[in-house]
């Protein structure tokens, strides 16, 4: 369970290793996920290519700090990568064939790799390459495969990104045309996950510091 922690850490916080976060933990993980599949919409040819920035976060407090991340498709090449990086230290091994997805994280590039679960269409077992990083050195048969699940919103402009088992969620937009804080909050009220928080609160439109929109 300590190095379950530990992972997640890496996953999420690492990223931003320079940057002091709080996370606050609960259990409401499987619950955000359960109702991300009620109306559940991703494709991965929408996500992949320019950068994600998180712009609003549930459970972890970025305030000023930006953190970005990009998706690209899993070649074989990338998977056989992660395969000789993490093999031997998986609790539980994937179906390597499978994989859809690479995310990479903040400015040192932490990487996880994404494969589709059954089910409703945007939810994801991933594979963290911890060994990549550097920062621990897992035993053998000691690091989880993680759970996650994303939704695209408006038609692909905002993207959700949940781990179900901590409940650590996020919304991020495109870096390019940089979105609305009202757009973001109004999507925030909607979703109706309870109290959090903006990241990235120095990046705002240009338009909307004029006061235009």
């Given at each position: 369970m300590?190095?379950?922690?530990?992972?997640?850490?890496?996953?999420?916080?690492?990223?931003?290793?320079t940057?002091?976060?709080?996370?606050?933990?609960n259990?409401?993980?499987?619950e955000?996920c359960?109702r991300l599949t009620?109306?559940?919409?991703?494709?991965?040819?929408?996500?992949v290519?320019?950068?994600?920035?998180?712009?609003?976060?549930?459970n972890?407090?970025?305030?000023?700090?930006?953190?970005d991340?990009s998706f690209?498709?899993?070649?074989?090449m990338i998977?056989?990568?992660?395969?000789?990086?993490?093999?031997?230290?998986?609790?539980?091994?994937?179906?390597?064939?499978?994989?859809?997805?690479l995310v990479?994280m903040?400015?040192?590039?932490?990487?996880?790799l994404?494969?589709?679960?059954?089910?409703?269409?945007?939810?994801?077992?991933?594979?963290?390459?911890?060994i990549r990083?550097?920062?621990?050195?897992?035993?053998?048969?000691?690091?989880?495969?993680?759970?996650f699940?994303?939704?695209?919103?408006?038609?692909?402009r905002?993207?959700?990104?949940?781990?179900?088992?901590?409940?650590?969620?996020?919304?991020?937009a495109?870096?390019?045309?940089?979105?609305?804080?009202?757009d973001?909050?109004?999507?925030?009220?909607?979703?109706n996950?309870?109290?959090?928080f903006?990241?990235?609160?120095?990046?705002?439109?240009?338009?909307?510091?004029?006061?235009?929109?």
């Open positions: 300590e190095l379950l922690k530990i992972v997640r850490a890496l996953v999420l916080i690492a990223p931003a290793c940057m002091q976060l709080q996370i606050k933990r259990d409401i993980g499987a955000v359960d009620q109306e559940p919409f991703f494709d991965t040819e929408m996500v290519g320019k950068p994600w920035r998180i712009y609003f976060a549930w972890m407090k970025l305030e000023s700090k930006c953190l991340m690209k498709n899993a070649t074989p998977i056989n990568r992660i395969w000789n990086d993490m093999y031997e230290y998986l609790e539980t091994q994937p179906y390597w064939d499978a994989a859809t997805l990479s903040g400015k040192a590039h932490h990487e996880m994404l494969f589709a679960d059954q089910g409703a269409a945007g939810r994801f077992t991933g594979v963290p390459n911890v990083d550097g920062n621990i050195t897992p035993s053998r048969k000691a690091v989880p495969l993680l759970k699940h994303m939704k695209l919103l408006h038609e692909g905002y993207l959700l990104m949940s781990d179900c088992q901590i409940g650590v969620t996020t919304l991020s495109r870096t390019e045309p940089t979105p609305y804080r009202a973001i909050s109004g999507i925030v009220s909607y979703l996950f309870g109290d959090g903006h990241a990235c609160t120095s990046d705002r439109n240009r338009n909307e510091l004029l006061g235009m929109q």
